[in-house]
Nanobody
Framework: QVHVGESGGGLVQAGGSLRVSCAAS????????MGWFRHAPGRVREFVAT????????DYAESVKGRFTISRDNAKRTVYLQMNSLKPEDTAVYYC?????????????????WGQGIQVTVSS
């Protein structure tokens, strides 16, 4: 069965760093694009970052560009989101998503599988 699971969330002070991970199974991991989205209370689900099948190309939301880095390790079937210089407005549930076919994209409609989400809280 397909499984997508996030880990590594938690509480961090503003200006600090946190890395969340997403391990996935049940499909050909090295053939898919991966993405991160987030959902904060009172706001719509927001695109954060995406990475292509090989890790050679990535795209970021303007709000996180220069602070967040997405990467992947296909041997470990894992994608990472390194979050630096965190701000209180980064507080959200972060979701890992899988796009089985095509290139990375910012629309959630492109993605086929989703993790359950993991809480990231940034205190001021």
């Amino acid at each position: 069965q397909v499984h997508v699971g996030e880990s590594g969330g938690g509480l961090v002070q503003a200006g600090g760093s946190l890395r969340v991970s997403c391990a996935a199974s049940g499909f050909a991991f090295s053939s898919v694009a991966m993405g991160w989205f987030r959902h904060a209370p009172g706001r719509v689900r927001e695109f954060v970052a995406t990475i292509n099948w090989s890790g050679s190309s990535a795209d970021y939301a303007e709000s996180v560009k220069g602070r967040f880095t997405i990467s992947r390790d296909n041997a470990k079937r894992t994608v990472y989101l390194q979050m630096n210089s965190l701000k209180p407005e980064d507080t959200a549930v972060y979701y890992c998503a899988v796009r089985r076919f095509g290139t990375p994209g910012q629309s959630p409609n492109y993605y086929d599988y989703w993790g359950q989400g993991i809480q990231v809280t940034v205190s001021s």
